[in-house]
């Protein structure tokens, strides 16, 4: 028999830091494809208002560093 380890603590931490950073990076599409016309159904544009609902709270509340950080990654995806 083969001893198979458990993933550790240091594995569950790369994963969660990972899934963090894809979420983030995952804001300036997100915000492109509400400014857009694209066809998609309209439930799908409120789960991706649902989703990324604390990012829009954090840019319109959060500190000054990050608010003007997002504003400028936001620009990058949307010309407004």
Do not use: Q
């Not at 894809?22 to 300036?28: Q, R, T, V």
């Not at 608010?67 to 010309?79: C, E, I, N």
């Amino acid at each position: 028999m083969t001893s198979r380890k458990k993933p550790g603590v240091a594995f569950w931490a790369t994963v969660a830091l990972v899934v963090a950073l894809l979420y983030i990076a995952g804001f300036g599409p997100a915000c492109w494809l509400s400014v857009n016309e694209t066809p998609l159904p309209p439930h799908a544009y409120a789960a991706v208002h649902w989703v990324y609902e604390p990012m829009e709270w954090l840019m319109a509340n959060g500190p000054a560093p990050i608010r003007t950080a997002m504003y400028r990654y936001t620009d990058f995806w949307v010309d407004l």
